[in-house]
């Protein structure tokens, strides 16, 4: 399987992960102390960082820093996004897409000219 492609995969779990651990307690433990959310995120950060520590070392063999991390921006968003609608019952803004419309632009530059050399 091409690195690009290993790369995004566990990059997509992970921010999966990692959006349950920083947004699901919202929803599912409001009522309980902020501490005890903060116990059950962490657990389920560990999936995340399972992840996504593979993620970047397998992605940094062919892929500098910087595209590594508008690459993990895009997915961020793209993972957010409907999570937020389906999951929170956030209602859909438009600047969800300007946002999105951003880092097109922002993977645009990061990108251009990947695999030429100079």
């Not at 996504?52 to 508008?70: E, M």
Request: glycine share 6%; with cysteine.
């Amino acid at each position: 399987m091409p690195v690009i492609a290993q790369t995004i995969g566990l990059l997509v779990l992970s921010n999966i992960f990692m959006t349950f651990a920083w947004y699901a307690h919202l929803k599912e433990l409001s009522a309980k102390p902020w501490f005890i959310a903060a116990l059950v995120s962490w657990g389920v950060a560990l999936f995340e960082y399972l992840l996504q520590v593979p993620a970047n070392r397998i992605g940094h063999t062919q892929l500098s820093v910087p595209q590594l991390k508008i690459m993990q921006e895009v997915i961020t968003l793209a993972v957010f996004v409907p999570f937020s609608l389906m999951y929170l019952k956030e209602p859909l803004k438009l600047d969800y897409l300007w946002a999105g419309l951003c880092l097109c632009g922002a993977a645009y530059f990061m990108f251009r000219g990947y695999g030429v050399t100079g």
